[in-house]
């Protein structure tokens, strides 16, 4: 073989090797396996779904889910609903220089299904119209959920420092986001307790410094704390007036865990004169099975400090099985102190939510699955709460299209 026919041999060996392992994460000297999303870390046994690809000078990653659910919500202050949820995302990344430039964006069709959302019991945060808080909904999320890009340089024996900024992008703050965790990406329902622990991942303005050592990350951000407006297909600009940092370590290839804190600057344009202060703390575990299937789970806390007013905690479990290619059974367990579900301000009252489901996925296309599931949920609802809400379950069945 002459050497102009070694160089594509040479690049397609190396494409193989990168879908069967996953890309070199662009931070550091570990795979992208590890990369969850913004720069938060997950167990190295995660599966890495995508299509990949490598040319000359990049390598890609593109993946992405589309749900189309129809959603019943029980009860006096339930209601239904047929939407769509998902995200499609692209990562690239090159050698720049001494270091690696890595690109990364994502875009999701929430808004598409208005700006008030789709009912979800017990959930709270944002706004549909600028005045009024949403309750027992979920918040659609922006159209551009990140775009973003990193450079990363190699200091040491598996040791690097990088920068990340993204408009929008996330910071160092909190597990990785829900839709992306092994745990709970195939559940087309968004936690209630994502206000509490992982609700910055659309941020609109970011800066994020740090460093890693082996199975260490060490991480700085400074942000804007203002979350998303009701206006979805926008870029919003601000002062970068909010400060988060993390703490992160994989002590095998089976876990990984993260602390962090945050000051958050006026976080809701409903009430602009409090500010938070924010904690989280997360275990995410991943075990490849003999049959060649995985199982993931996540235990998270967090608590939100009102400054002023008082300080609320949420705690979630969750799991995945995933006996093969075509099955999966997921769980979720969330426990959170609510204190909007009355209005603003009203009593704390601790609100508990179990969720299980099934989905069932059919190869039709080389990276492409067609998949359909169901879910069903109850609650634990306390007084003063319970004589609004009654004793509701809910429901929701839903086809979805996975590319990768």
Request: aromatic share 8%; hydrophobic share 40%; proline share 6%.
């Amino acid at each position: 073989m002459t050497r102009y026919g070694l160089i594509p041999a040479m690049l397609a060996a190396l494409a193989t090797q990168a879908a069967a392992q996953g890309m070199p994460s662009a931070l550091g000297d570990y795979t992208s396996a590890r990369d969850g999303s913004g720069t938060s870390w997950q167990p190295d046994l995660s599966p890495h779904s995508g299509i990949h690809t490598m040319g000359q000078t990049w390598m890609t990653m593109t993946h992405g889910l589309l749900n189309l659910t129809y959603d019943r919500q029980g009860g006096p202050r339930g209601g239904s609903g047929t939407y769509l949820t998902g995200m499609g995302m692209l990562m690239a990344q090159r050698s720049l220089g001494p270091g690696t430039l890595g690109l990364k964006a994502m875009i999701s069709p929430d808004p598409q299904m208005g700006k008030s959302g789709y009912p979800l019991l017990l959930a709270s945060g944002e706004t549909a119209d600028g005045k009024t808080l949403l309750v027992d909904r979920q918040h659609p999320h922006d159209l551009f959920m990140e775009l973003a890009a990193t450079y990363s340089l190699s200091v040491g024996k598996r040791s690097s420092l990088f920068v990340y900024g993204g408009l929008p992008g996330e910071p160092a703050f909190g597990p990785p986001a829900f839709m992306h965790r092994t745990s709970t990406l195939d559940s087309p329902e968004a936690p209630i307790s994502h206000h509490w622990l992982d609700s910055t991942h659309i941020t609109f303005g970011v800066v994020t410094a740090g460093w890693v050592q082996d199975a260490w990350k060490v991480e700085a951000s400074a942000f804007r704390g203002r979350e998303p407006d009701q206006k979805r297909y926008d870029i919003e600009t601000g002062a970068l007036d909010s400060r988060s940092l993390r703490v992160s370590w994989n002590p095998n290839r089976s876990w990984a865990l993260q602390s962090s804190w945050a000051w958050i600057k006026s976080p809701e344009a409903l009430e602009a004169d409090i500010d938070q202060q924010r904690f989280t703390a997360s275990a995410l575990y991943t075990r490849r099975l003999q049959t060649g299937g995985t199982w993931a789970s996540t235990l998270a806390v967090g608590r939100k400090d009102m400054v002023p007013g008082d300080a609320v905690w949420a705690g979630l479990a969750e799991t995945a099985f995933l006996p093969d290619d075509h099955w999966t059974y997921f769980a979720r367990a969330e426990r959170v102190e609510q204190a909007e579900l009355g209005g603003h301000h009203g009593d704390i009252v601790p609100v508990a939510k179990l969720s299980a489901g099934v989905i069932y996925d059919t190869p039709i296309a080389d990276h492409l699955k067609l998949g359909v599931g169901a879910l069903v949920s109850g609650y634990d609802i306390r007084q003063p709460l319970s004589a609004s809400y009654g004793s509701p379950t809910s429901q929701m069945v839903f086809l979805r299209l996975k590319i990768g």
